[in-house]
């Protein structure tokens, strides 16, 4: 992915005319990991802002009493530590890397140096932190009001971000994902996962196969999510 067309995919940079992207683009620097490595842990130094070339990370909380939960998986085009560009605070999460990974990262210093001759950027982090904020609320009403199985649909739905599962069937979308993963990202047993899944088989909006779900029924799966 060429880094310029990356940082238009940004929702941080998206209102930066550009000329303004191709100074963010020169300033990004490739950084290579591999499948395990683990990029920051919370309480690091937060010093730069990371984005996906290619590859997938998780981003990963850990509880007060001491278990993990998965509250983000991220793909080719995703974008995660932002909030180190701002205030250079410690890490609040950790982010490995589920595969193999490329990406393209923007150094804090860099970064304050644009925005001093470049003040109009101001108003588009402050509008994504925004839609950051309203997301994490939305998160915490669904751990608070949502049942599993509406809560499984609207991650599924979310997830779904690939091309059409066989061709030109839109009605079918394919995710990279194992069991584990969602349900850590649910933050629920993967026994409770599974016979989640099994109940979707069963009603013909899902299939399952290694590391892979698709989607067969969009239609009942955002039933399922309301």
Not at 72 to 88: P, Y
Not at 118 to 124: G, K, N, P, Q, T
Not at 180 to 185: C, D, Q, R
């Amino acid at each position: 992915m060429a880094l310029v067309s990356l940082i238009k995919q940004i929702p941080l940079f998206s209102s930066l005319n550009h000329e303004d992207i191709e100074i963010i683009a020169a300033l990004l620097r490739r950084r290579s990991i591999k499948k395990g490595d683990v990029i920051f842990q919370k309480g690091d130094e937060g010093t730069a802002l990371y984005a996906i070339l290619s590859g997938r990370i998780k981003i990963i909380v850990t509880r007060p009493a001491g278990d993990k939960i998965t509250v983000a998986i991220l793909n080719d085009g995703d974008f995660f530590g932002e909030m180190a560009l701002l205030d250079g605070m410690p890490r609040s999460a950790d982010a490995v890397a589920l595969e193999e990974t490329q990406l393209a990262v923007l150094d804090r210093n860099d970064f304050l140096a644009f925005l001093a001759q470049h003040e109009h950027a101001v108003l588009a982090i402050l509008r994504t932190l925004s839609l950051r904020l309203r997301k994490t609320d939305d998160l915490l009403s669904e751990i608070c009001f949502l049942s599993l199985s509406a809560r499984m649909a609207k991650r599924l739905l979310e997830l779904a971000r690939g091309e059409p599962e066989g061709g030109h069937d839109v009605s079918s979308l394919a995710m990279r994902m194992t069991q584990k993963e969602l349900s850590n990202l649910l933050g629920v047993s993967r026994e409770s996962v599974n016979k989640e899944l099994k109940t979707l088989r069963d009603k013909g909006i899902v299939s399952t196969e290694r590391s892979k779900i698709v989607i067969l029924d969009q239609e009942l799966l955002k039933k399922r999510a309301k």
